[in-house]
């Protein structure tokens, strides 16, 4: 049975789509089969992944029943498959909103994925919307993803009442896996301060592992290189998290596999 988890945040630019192309990558070196969703119309993930931007069939045909999961799937060039978004997903979140069991959409939608990979990531868009229940409903678990700012604290809380409302509702053995700072300027008080000020409210929930902020990742997006293949030394970061991730999911083998790529190892990819 693959794993699901969705990535989401309140607000935009908080390293969602970043945080999931890296962890899809780092999963990928711990020997893990690997498939992310891109759930934003604006198709990030997919650009990330450098997946052909005409690619067809997209989320959005999956989403409307045109088209079965399995053949949606785009092998990415570093060997993770990708379900890729564009803006006609737009068009297609309005037109599920009508339809009956529409947050069981995708959940449905991605079932007979479940003996193909390990572990599916869902990227989820900007907002809380049908997109992103959908993500919910369809999840095990559900990270969330913030920049190490004064405001995360608010936009966690609010990521979490919708968490909340997934679980009394239509997916009650939802996970909440915690929050990790995705992006963070550690050197400063103001991030530091925002790292005390959330764990009073989330505590054990907060991920130990922070990702540094660097323009680096502007540059890994743009040549849609792995930050662990363009900066071994920040990909660091997201190595470090994705081990605490697979802990917190319970994959102690996987995490046996990546523990040689931990701490500067992380540049050689085992494929
Ligand atoms: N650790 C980081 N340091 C600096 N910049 C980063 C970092 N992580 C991501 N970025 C940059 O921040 C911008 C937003 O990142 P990303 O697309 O991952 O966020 P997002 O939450 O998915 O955004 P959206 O809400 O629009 O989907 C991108 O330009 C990305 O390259
Ligand atoms: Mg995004």
Redesign the pocket.
Known sequence: MALKLAVL?Q?????????V?HLADAFRRAGLGVAAVDL?P?G?LSDYFDVDPEAEPTVRDVLVGAAKAKAALHVAPDGVSVIPANLQLAEAEVALAGKMGRELTLRKALKPLDDAFDVIFL?C??NLGLLTVNALVAADFALL?AEAQYFARQGVEQALEVIELARDGLNPDLVWLGVAF???DMRTVHSRDAQTALKEVVGDKLLDAV?????A??E??ERAVSIIDHRPDLGD?YLALADEVLERLGLPEARRRLAPLLDGGGGSPAR
């Open positions: 945040s607000k935009g630019g908080t390293g969602k789509t970043t945080a192309r934003d604006q990030n990227d868009p900007p993803a995705t992006i963070a990702v540094r902020q660097s323009i990742y502007a890994s997006a970061d």
